[in-house]
């Protein structure tokens, strides 16, 4: 994963705020990135997962699929508790390729 490089206090001040005051790159800085992790309140083996309900992640991975015109291999990082059968989904709810967990 290639991270968007800082060279000064002032490339970090200068970063745009989101709505929840964060502060994080503009998708004209996204890279060609060959993976992504996501976070989750829960996950299925098969690929499913439960965000917090904003859609967040499923929102910016649509945008990176469209600005690099391939998906990233999407990785969910959770605890073994976290794997679930079922998680409730939405259409617009990104599917992921698997879930790194310790067993």
Known sequence: MEMVKLYSMEDWRT???TKW???QPSLKD???NAMESVPGVAFTTTGL???HGAGYY???LMK?????NVAPVIIGLAFKEQIVDEVPIEATDIQ???VLYPD
Do not use: C
């Not at 990176?64 to 690099?68: A, F, G, H, L, Y």
């Open 21 to 23: 005051n964060i502060k």
């Open 49 to 51: 997962r439960l965000g």
């Open 96 to 98: 992921i390729d698997t």
């Open 30 to 32: 996204v890279r060609e």
């Open 58 to 60: 499923d929102k910016y």
């Open 64 to 68: 990176v699929k469209e600005i690099q």
């Open 15 to 17: 970063l745009p705020v």
